[in-house]
């Protein structure tokens, strides 16, 4: 049975799945797709999310109270790919969740699974919410010093660390990381300098979209004495100063302004620079290590970027995929995240339920590793329970209308419509707060970098 308001799109559906052999009744509203339940089986229920009048949810109750219909398979399609409807649907007792315009690959995927139910009931996935789901070990993390790890939990970030490694034993060698924001690329430039035994040489980020143009230069160079007015008389080193014998890790490379990428390139190419104002040449025995949440390519093809700054970067390259394309190992990395956060927090989060499972890995996380570290800590810091539920991701998430995301672009997500930014700095300042102004140890319990909490205090304009 299919049951869609929307006539051209269920006709246009219901054709199809005849064409594929399945008798279909098509039905315009839940009140008809009731009266005809009452009277006739069907095998599987396909049904919108919103109609006029009762909701597919609504459908989705009602058929639970039906008799002999308890064991019905059900799936919902919508066009809006937020949480709340997720969670609606699976505490109504959906097998699946599709989002318009409907993949048809797992659209047969989501049938067949329907038909393997029927002929063998066996086989039925575990629905109790308090059921936890099997799944492997959690991963033993990779170190970087004392104080930062990465949890390698799907067979594509192994991969990339394969990689991350072979770049830490070049350190002649730069490096471009490329993804979208909140993939965790400091994270992974931070590997590539430490490495996974540590590293006492310096590592000094920039975010070069934070320093405005007219000071990028001697920001990243220097200056002498008198270069221009309001310097300091006794001039100033740069950051490639700071990072000598280390790394320099230029976070949104893209943003540099190209009269300066010339000069990023003779840095790379020649290994020296001058200072704003100086004669003196300098050698840098510095790697650079850039990162993008732009495709640079194509930025060099709008003549934004220098093709051969570029071509120089990506000597080392990492790519590192959105979350939405690495979800092999997501629930594995949810699991490690709780045990985390629970043991710097004193709670006691080990499993997750099923239901909450299948939200997790149905959700598209526009906002990557970043959005899920932030919820997971959320709900670890506010929810008192040893499993993560259904229940508790409806807490934290308001609907977000799903578009198809672009490969470099970030989406968001609000909290109690608050945004999700909001959440995590008073996350910070709590932290803060328990640490009594400890930075280092703060960075520690939060499980961040020292660099990326100095950073977003800055933007928090925090004073001690």
């Given amino acids: 049975m299919l049951v869609d308001d929307e006539e051209r799109s269920r006709i246009h559906l219901a054709d199809f799945l005849r064409k594929l052999g399945h008798q279909v009744l098509d039905k315009h509203s839940t009140s008809e797709a009731l009266e005809t339940l009452a009277r006739q089986n069907v095998d599987l229920l396909l049904t919108d999310l919103r109609m006029p009048g009762n909701s597919g949810v609504d459908l989705m109750h009602q058929v639970r109270h039906m008799p002999n219909r308890q064991a019905l398979p059900m799936v919902l399609f919508t066009a809006y790919g937020d949480m709340e409807s997720s969670i609606e649907a699976m505490r109504a007792g959906a097998m699946d969740y599709l989002l318009k315009p409907l993949n048809i690959e797992e659209l047969i995927k989501v049938i067949d699974k329907a038909a393997e139910l029927k002929t063998n009931p066996a086989n039925k996935q575990p629905d109790a919410l308090n059921e936890p789901l099997p799944m492997e070990a959690t991963p033993a993390p990779l170190t970087m010093g004392p104080d930062e790890e990465i949890a390698v939990c799907s067979k594509s970030m192994r991969e990339i660390m394969n990689v991350a490694i072979k770049l830490h034993q070049n350190p002649s060698i730069p490096v471009l990381i490329e993804g979208e924001t909140g993939t965790g690329k400091e994270l992974i430039a931070r590997f590539v300098h430490f490495g996974n035994e540590g590293s006492s040489s310096p590592f000094i980020a920039i975010n070069c979209a934070a320093i405005s143009a007219s000071l990028f230069e001697s920001e990243l160079f220097g200056y002498e ?38 000069k990023l390139l003779r840095l790379i190419q020649e290994r020296e620079f001058y200072r704003v104002g100086g004669l003196q040449l300098i ?29 120089r970067l990506k000597v080392g390259h990492i790519y590192l995929p959105p979350l939405r394309l690495r979800k092999d190992g997501l629930l594995n990395l949810v699991k490690y995240l709780m045990q985390t956060y629970s043991k710097n927090h004193n709670k006691h989060f080990k499993e997750i339920s099923p239901q909450a499972a299948r939200i997790l890995m149905q959700y598209d996380w526009p906002g990557n590793i970043r959005e899920l570290r932030n919820i997971i800590e959320w709900i670890v810091l506010t929810e008192d329970d040893n499993m993560l539920r259904a229940e508790h991701l409806s807490a934290i998430c308001s609907p977000i209308k799903s578009n198809p995301a672009s490969p470099m672009d ?42 990326a909490l100095y950073y977003r205090l800055r933007n928090m304009d925090y004073n001690d």
């Fill in 225 to 262: 004495s008198g270069s221009f007015s309001g310097g300091l008389t006794k001039g100033k080193e740069g950051k490639l100063d700071l990072a000598q014998g280390g790394s320099l890790f230029l976070d949104e490379i893209s943003e540099i302004p190209l009269d300066l990428q010339a």
């Fill in 410 to 451: 970030e989406g968001a997500i609000a909290i109690d419509g608050i945004p999700l930014d909001q959440i995590s700095n008073s996350v910070i300042l709590r932290a803060l707060k328990i640490n009594n102004g400890n930075k280092a140890a703060t960075a520690r319990n939060l499980g961040i970098s020292r660099s």
């Fill in 283 to 311: 050698k840098s025995n510095t790697r650079i290590i850039g990162a993008s949440n732009r495709n640079l390519k194509e930025a060099v093809l709008r003549g934004e970027f220098r093709q051969d700054l570029y071509y």
